[in-house]
């Protein structure tokens, strides 16, 4: 199917009365970055390009949220011009989040109310490298061969072909439908989807050439006391940021609020980076220097997380290299390692 | 049917609390509906309005309506729970993580090895094991603690040590001037000469600081015991207990969900797990 842009926008001005529908804006800054914001009708919106400063996990699992009694709202909600290294993200988190015994009960109200619309990208930033994970700045399927959107979107001209990934798909394109008409997808339009995807895709591995694809994540263990890590932590002041940017982590803490009245507990953000992170009561600390903290968000992405979701932690999206104020570059860390 | 919140938690009534020595309490909770577990499972304690930590708690399994937990005042929360009274109300969460596979332990010869605060479980396991006797070969337990001051549940010895099949043995670190004393002196591996089990299919379970844990485990490896025969506790920070807070990973296992419980051979290759 095929959906013309003044037909989307007529959508999510009628949708936006029953559902929180939220787009990518061009921040007032003077830069090119992309943020999620609660659709304005009185704004343009840009669902292509690239992806947006914060990962969509921020819409999924916020700083700071009360867990008991859980303060999520199931206000249904549209999220639109998601790219594929945070639809990758959101499949991390469903594995650590939902798929267990223990169900994280905000995570789960925020993911059942919401649906997806991804969109291909048609630029890319220059710390985008999601080629170099085997991924694509289009959605590539999960393991199982399902698709981690509900509709996907990709520009054709002045429209936009919709792809269905899911029964949530389906319905949305039934309210589509309310709104608009939707034509059918013609060869010439799929034709210029292929195109536009492999000039997207030749851009960012253009980006990349100085690393090589074929990258293997054991070494980042079987080297665990090479001098790369203490070379590359030099500059690390263990901020967080490229914990909190990233769209795969969640660590979290727990802090007691509970009143005489009831039991509360309000779960935020932690950072395996911040000092203290294993520390426990005792003293004792499983990373007792700078370097095997810088070393474990590594092994955290590259190995922990394979083996515990069969997915990595890294889907390339490169917002930890733009955040880090001393300028580490993880495609340098794991190049580096590659070569020791 | 929304899923149960893990975060749920129930109120516990403080029935009693013992000071055990100068640095552990244990204390009688009465949670306001039975608490199932299985002997090893570890609860979230919480004091409401300053924070929660982790325990196992003291009790056998068997025992659900009440329950005891013995904590040792080690940073900000432990400090604040030993200002706990009877009468006081706390919260407990859980069971989380996997319990002691007793059934890999009957019919065996089984050794508890402990220190410290870390009696705590093997108290837990030790009254289960109590409860079903006949079903283990041996028991011995083999306890120490720095002092004789040091040494927790010093006043249920006598009753241990009355259960037929059960062999019991305790040391110090040291024992100052003009204590009454009547177990060994030395660290708890020196336990470890005077017992007679078969180590080719021995089970020993071992719960303390990490030296102790470190030292004992080798101990036991020199004494024959196999690396999948002898079980440790891993402490490490936690906030979930289920796998969600990744404080307490250790490679690719979760202290949490995974263990606390795992054996020797599970993790020997892991980095830093005596740390």
């Not at chain 2, 065996?108 to 289960?128: I, M, N």
């Not at chain 2, 094991?129 to 028991?139: A, E, L």
């Not at chain 2, 024959?224 to 307490?248: A, D, T, V, W």
Request: charged share 30%; aromatic share 10%; with cysteine.
């Amino acid at each position: 199917m095929v959906v013309s842009k003044s037909d989307l926008i007529k959508f999510f001005d009628t949708i936006q009365s029953k559902f929180d529908v939220f787009v990518p804006y061009q921040t007032e800054r003077e830069n090119d970055d992309l943020v999620f914001k609660k659709y304005d009708p009185d704004k343009e919106f840009i669902l292509d390009k690239y992806r947006t400063v914060d990962p969509v996990r921020t819409l999924f699992y916020m700083p700071s949220e009360s867990v008991l009694p859980p303060s999520a709202k199931s206000n249904k909600r549209i999220i639109a011009g998601v790219k594929n290294c945070d639809l990758l993200g959101l499949a991390v988190l469903d594995d650590a989040l939902l798929k267990d015994n223990f169900v994280e009960p905000n995570y789960k109200i925020w993911r059942d109310s919401s649906y997806i619309i991804s969109c291909d990208c048609t630029d890319t930033l220059q710390t985008c490298h999601c080629v170099l994970l085997d991924n694509n700045p289009y959605p590539n399927n999960d393991t199982e061969g399902q698709a981690l959107f509900d509709l996907n979107l990709s520009p054709v001209d002045d429209k936009f072909i919709i792809e269905v990934g899911s029964k949530k798909g389906e319905e949305l394109i039934e309210k589509i439908k309310e709104v608009c008409s939707l034509a059918e997808v013609t060869d010439k339009d799929k034709e210029i989807r292929e195109a536009n995807r492999a000039e997207v895709l030749k851009k960012v591995r253009d980006i990349n050439s100085d690393f090589t694809p074929d990258r293997h994540y054991d070494v980042i263990t079987e080297n665990k006391e090479a001098s790369v890590w203490k070379d590359f932590c030099n500059e690390c002041v263990q901020c967080g940021a490229c914990t909190n940017i990233c769209p795969t982590c969640y660590c979290l803490i727990l802090n007691d609020e509970s009143t005489k009245e009831e039991f509360r507990k309000v779960r935020s953000w932690d950072s395996c980076q911040l000092v203290g992170y294993a520390e426990v009561a005792g003293g004792g600390t499983p990373r007792e220097h700078r370097w095997e903290t810088f070393r474990n968000r590594y092994q955290c992405k590259y190995n922990f997380m394979k083996f515990n979701f069969d997915k990595l932690g890294c889907t390339g999206c490169g917002r930890c290299i733009s955040a880090c104020p001393a300028e580490i570059d993880l495609r340098e860390v794991i190049q580096s390692l590659q070569e020791v | 049917m929304p899923d149960k919140n893990p975060y749920e938690v129930l109120k516990a009534d403080v029935l009693e609390v013992i000071e055990e020595s100068p640095t552990i309490k244990s204390f009688y909770l009465k949670p306001e509906k039975p608490f199932e577990f299985a002997t090893g499972q570890f609860i979230e304690l919480s004091l409401p309005g300053i924070g929660e930590a982790p325990f196992t708690p003291s009790s056998s399994h068997y025992e659900t309506e009440k329950m005891w937990v013995t904590i040792m005042n080690a940073g900000f929360v432990t400090n604040e729970i030993h200002k706990v009274k009877k009468g006081d109300v706390m919260g407990i969460r859980g069971p989380y993580g996997k319990g002691y596979p007793l059934d890999k332990f009957r019919g065996k010869d089984v050794l508890l090895l402990g220190g410290g605060v870390g009696l705590a479980p093997l108290r837990c396991l030790l009254q289960t094991m109590i409860h079903d006797v006949k079903d283990y070969k041996s028991i011995t337990v083999c306890f120490g603690a720095r002092t004789p001051a040091d040494m927790i549940y010093k006043d249920q010895i006598d009753e241990w040590k009355a259960v037929e099949g059960i062999h019991h043995l305790c040391t110090v670190d040291k024992c100052p001037d003009g204590v009454d004393w009547n177990g060994k002196t030395g660290v708890v591996t020196v336990l470890l000469d005077d017992i007679n089990i078969d180590p080719k299919d021995a089970i020993a379970i071992v719960c303390g600081p990490p030296i102790m844990m470190k030292f004992g485990t080798f101990s036991l490896l020199d004494k024959g015991l196999k690396p999948e025969n002898i079980y440790l506790s891993m402490e490490k920070k936690m906030y979930c207990g289920f796998g969600q807070c990744r404080h307490c990973v250790m490679g690719k296992y979760y202290a949490c969900k995974d263990g606390p419980v795992f054996t020797y051979e599970q993790i020997k290759d892991e980095e830093k797990i005596w740390d």
